[in-house]
């Protein structure tokens, strides 16, 4: 009686492969069996078949890019349409290992805030509140005031003593976002406004006080008109620069006397004034 004939065949699949032997399928559903083969001698010949599966290799990208970008791994394109996937490669032992793409978008930063007041008379105190802008924990707030000085911070305060138009700009940056954010708010300062009417002119040509007019500082508009003694308009105007030349509607020369005006101006800190009295007319 010849001997039994046997033999051992221990095969390595990749992860979700197969492979046949003598006409029978091996995977991860059946790893081991017995297959009977005729030996050279015509006789039967059993070889064990042990079959171990590699493990499937993952691994995982965590990836950030700025809104509107993109980036390709592994021929894919990944931007804010596309943001998981993946990506088959070839692991060293020449099995297929899966790559999990995931795609995270900063955010747009936002800067934006208001001043109070954003005009006024000097010395002007402003309280800028950043409130509509980029918040969080790593957000940072930097202040130009437009005079030289600035601040770091939400919700600063300053104080302007000098007359000017400033610029003052907001930057927001973030280190977690894309790029940083600008706002900027114009401060008109200005001096405290005056009203000043004189009480007596002399239109005689002289180039001294030849015009009746109202004068002041830091007025936005004025209007004034002027009357006579029996209550007869002898002008108007409604210009800040307006005056009267000593002249009646019709063009001749008012004589000399007691005239009286009625004037209202507005200063550019929106105080109105609304003055009426009399003064002297002598050529």
């Not at 091996?26 to 059993?46: F, P, R, V, W």
């Not at 927001?172 to 976002?177: I, L, T």
């Not at 000399?256 to 109105?272: I, L, R, S, W």
């Amino acid at each position: 009686e010849s001997p039994l004939i046997t033999g051992i065949l221990d095969s390595t699949i990749c992860n979700g492969a197969s492979f046949v032997f003598n006409g029978t399928t091996y995977d991860a559903s059946n790893l081991t069996g017995n297959e009977i083969l005729t030996a050279a001698n015509g006789c039967d010949s059993i070889v064990t078949v042990t079959v171990t599966e590699s493990p499937l290799i993952t691994g995982i990208l965590d990836s950030t890019i700025c809104n509107g970008a993109s980036f390709v791994f592994n021929g894919t394109t990944y931007d804010a349409s596309n943001l998981t996937g993946n990506e088959i490669l070839t692991a060293a032992n020449g099995c297929d290992s899966v790559v999990i793409i995931n795609l995270t978008i900063l955010p747009d930063l936002i800067a934006f805030f208001t001043g109070t007041p954003n005009s006024g008379s000097l010395p002007l105190v402003a309280t800028f509140d950043q409130t509509g802008s980029s918040t969080g924990a790593d957000v940072v707030y930097s202040w130009d005031y437009g005079n030289g000085s600035g601040a770091i911070g939400p919700n600063p305060i300053t104080t302007f003593d000098g007359i000017n138009t400033y610029d003052v700009e907001l930057t927001v940056s973030d280190s977690n976002a894309c790029g940083n954010a600008t706002y900027v708010v114009t401060i008109e300062v200005f001096e405290e406004s005056v009203i000043l009417i004189p009480n007596i002119f002399t239109p005689n040509g002289d180039g001294q006080n030849d015009f009746f007019t109202v004068k002041g500082t830091s007025l936005e508009s004025v209007e004034g008109e002027i009357y006579n003694r029996w209550g007869q308009k002898m002008f108007s105007w409604s210009h800040i620069k307006g005056y009267w030349d000593g002249r009646t509607l019709a063009g001749s020369e008012a004589p000399d006397g007691t005239y009286f005006y009625m004037v209202k101006a507005v200063g550019m800190d929106g105080e109105e004034y609304f003055k009426k009295g009399g003064f002297t007319l002598i050529r």
